[in-house]
Nanobody
Framework: QVQLVESGGGLAQAGGSLRLSCAAS????????MAWFRQAPGKEREFVST????????AYADSVKGRFTISRDNAKNTMYLQMNSLKPEDTAVYYC???????????????WGRGTQVTVSS
C-alpha cells in the first residue's frame, strides 16, 4: 500500500509562490500516475493537476493553467507542485493522490495523502 505525505504548504501573499512536495513510501512510485487535488472551505474537493508515470504527460485545471507546474522525480519517490502567481482563491487544503491513470477523476486514484494547508492572503 502506498503512503503519501504532503509538505510545503503555508501562508503566502497574493502574487507569491509556494512549492508543494508529495513523498511516497513505495519503490513502485514510478509505476503510478500522480495528481494534486484541493478542497477549499465549504467546497467540494477539486482536481488541480495530474502527471503520468514518466512525467511525460501532464494536465491542469483551467483555474491553475499557466501558474502551476507539476513534476516528479522517480528516483526520489517524490512529486512536486510549483505554484506561482498565487491568488486568494487558491486557498485550500492540497492533497496528493496515486492511481493507475493520469486523469482528473478522483475515483481513479486509490491512495491519498492527508493534505497540506495553503493560505493565500490578499
Amino acid at each position: 500500500q502506498v503512503q503519501l505525505v504532503e509538505s510545503g504548504g503555508g501562508l503566502a501573499q497574493a502574487g507569491g509562490s509556494l512549492r508543494l512536495s508529495c513523498a511516497a513510501s513505495e519503490r513502485t512510485f514510478s509505476s503510478y500516475a500522480m495528481a494534486w487535488f484541493r478542497q477549499a472551505p465549504g467546497k467540494e474537493r477539486e482536481f488541480v493537476s495530474t502527471i503520468n508515470w514518466s512525467g511525460g504527460s501532464t494536465a491542469y485545471a483551467d483555474s491553475v493553467k499557466g501558474r502551476f507546474t507539476i513534476s516528479r522525480d522517480n528516483a526520489k519517490n517524490t512529486m512536486y507542485l510549483q505554484m506561482n502567481s498565487l491568488k486568494p482563491e487558491d486557498t485550500a487544503v492540497y492533497y496528493c493522490a496515486a492511481g493507475s491513470r493520469a486523469v482528473a477523476a478522483q475515483g481513479s486514484y486509490n491512495y491519498w495523502g492527508r493534505g497540506t494547508q495553503v493560505t493565500v492572503s490578499s
